[in-house]
């Protein structure tokens, strides 16, 4: 463990700008859950309403969790804000411990270290403090959040440790999954993986009454099994540091099995001669992009038919609510309920593509950290035939990503109303109508990599955490029309018209073609 105390601080000064925009924005949202839910649901009739509606379809189960009591502001927090507010910090919980252990030895700065006084261990102990201590903060301001917004202070902070307590157990899973790959990026798809398996079980245990107990495995329910404000089950606590504690032994024993720098999968050899398509920037670029891709493209198309199959029970819920309804479709656009869910599902599709994009764009500050840019750029390749060959990926791969999402949400819900030729067709046509808005957050994260290469990757995160938190939650909140304006996907049109859709692809060109002019001017490293 020597120079666990000094690998800390050093996490914490290269985190002092992604991880206080992580604690804040994870920290301070679920609090204006009491103000949305006590103007939008004024009376006791309603709230009554609501509560049973949403109790009663599997439909919203698999979205937001069992809603066990939403006849209070704390009930309906816990219940619209749990499942996702886990679901981001067990994300900011995997980028962190990988990015500390997996990409410090990726990129030989750990080796470097390692070779002054520190103990073999000390990385992996600074990675794990310094995210727990993360997810602990976020905790405490959920719960005091909360409290200070005039609900139970008990159950508040119940609810933000339970929270806190799923972002534990997925730092010890990155742990793990940091010492079987020999990059970060390899190692950051296997702890999503296990991530999206956890979606899954709670999906199908929250929906299904006979496998309620599904629920139970995955890390993602327990803020809601903890029940609070309802039963408040503090023993429900123990399930994620027992959880930590055991996975995050597994990877200390892990960890002196291993070469440094060297994963526990063995390494295929490769082909004695490179195939011909890698002769070139494109090639190689497929060659690095392909992995995420694929994986992104199967997660696309199993949630998107999960969602178009649910889309009919969505009726049940909202159908009760004036203003949840008149929520609903100033998220999507559309009249009919239905279609304005389908449309709000396939915004949501739309920035997790701009996700992926944002991811594939980075690509490239990555490839020019770890100087493998510089002896492709001295070989012949051109500085546009390089960079335009990664933009190929961060522009063409959102488009398959919503064409799948199209394809599964109209598969899915024409097979359920037996008219799938209309509904593959609608579906598409809403999702594609994200892709301009997925361009230009892309585009914004090519212009920081080609001006400001320095706070490229702090700067694009903080771009798409901005986006992410007005196009989620402005209209919960009803913010002010010029606060939903900062986000492009705001301007996608409610049908397909394509006026805004060429205004939103102009500012995407525009921001590509600042982005490819300031790489050519400045320089590399």
């Not at 534990?168 to 296990?194: K, L, P």
């Not at 492709?376 to 919503?402: C, D, T």
């Amino acid at each position: 463990m020597t120079g666990t105390w000094s690998l800390i601080r050093l996490a914490l000064r290269r985190d002092r700008v992604i991880l206080p925009i992580w604690i804040v924005l994870l920290g301070l949202i679920p609090m204006s859950g009491i103000t949305a839910y006590e103007e939008l649901f004024p009376d006791e009739a309603s709230r009554a309403a609501l509560s049973a509606g949403a109790g009663s379809n599997p439909a919203i189960a698999v979205l937001f969790g069992p809603a066990y009591d939403l006849t209070t502001a704390g009930g309906f927090t816990a219940w619209r804000f749990g499942m996702f507010t886990a679901l981001f910090i067990a994300l900011m919980a995997i980028f962190t411990v990988t990015r500390h252990t997996r990409a410090e030895e990726d990129s030989g700065r750990l080796e470097l270290l390692g070779s002054a006084v520190v103990g073999r261990h000390a990385a992996l102990t600074a990675a794990l403090a310094v995210t727990s201590g993360a997810a602990l903060v976020i905790g405490v301001l959920i719960g005091a959040g909360l409290t200070g917004a005039g609900v139970a202070a008990g159950p508040s902070f119940l609810f933000g440790m339970s929270i806190a307590g799923t972002g534990i157990a997925f730092a010890a899973v990155s742990a793990v999954t940091a010492q079987f790959t020999e990059y970060a990026r390899s190692a950051n798809g296997m702890a999503t993986a296990v991530l999206g398996l956890t979606f899954l079980l709670r999906g199908v245990g929250d929906s299904t009454v006979s496998l309620t107990w599904l629920s139970w495995l995955s890390p993602l329910a327990w803020p809601q099994l903890a029940k609070p404000y309802v039963e408040d089950r503090w023993w429900v606590l123990v399930l994620p540091v027992a959880t930590a504690l055991v996975i995050g032994a597994v990877a200390y024993a892990l960890t002196p099995r291993r070469d440094l720098g060297a994963g526990l999968l063995p390494q295929r050899l490769g082909p004695p001669s490179a195939a011909a398509s890698l002769g070139g920037p494109l090639g190689l670029a497929a060659r690095l992009q392909r992995g995420g891709l694929i994986g992104w493209a199967i997660g696309f198309a199993a949630t998107s038919a999960i969602f178009g199959s649910i889309a009919n029970g969505i009726t049940d819920l909202f159908g009760s609510s004036g203003q949840m309804t008149e929520i609903l479709t100033r998220m999507g656009g559309a009249q009919a309920l239905v279609d304005s869910f389908l449309a709000s599902m396939a915004g949501m599709f739309g920035i997790l593509a701009a996700v992926y994009g944002v991811q594939a764009v980075l690509r490239m500050r990555a490839e020019e950290t770890t100087v493998r840019a510089e002896p492709v750029l001295a070989a012949g390749a051109s500085r546009l035939g390089w960079s335009g060959a990664h933009l190929v990926f961060a522009l063409g791969g959102p488009a398959l990503l919503l064409v799948l999402a199209g394809l599964g949400m109209g598969v899915g819900h024409g097979l359920r109303t037996d008219d799938l030729g209309t509904q593959v067709g609608h579906a598409l046509e809403i999702s594609l109508a994200q892709l301009p808005a997925v361009w230009i957050v892309a585009g914004a994260a090519a212009l920081l990599f080609g001006v400001a290469p320095s706070v490229s990757v702090p700067g694009a995160w903080a771009v798409l955490a901005v986006v992410v938190l007005v196009t989620m939650f402005g209209p919960v909140l009803q913010v002010d029309q010029w606060v939903m304006d900062i986000s492009p996907f705001s301007h996608v049109p409610k049908s397909w018209e394509a006026g805004p859709l060429l205004g939103l692809t102009a500012v995407a060109a525009v921001l590509l073609a600042a982005a490819l002019t300031g790489f050519r001017r400045r320089d590399i490293g």
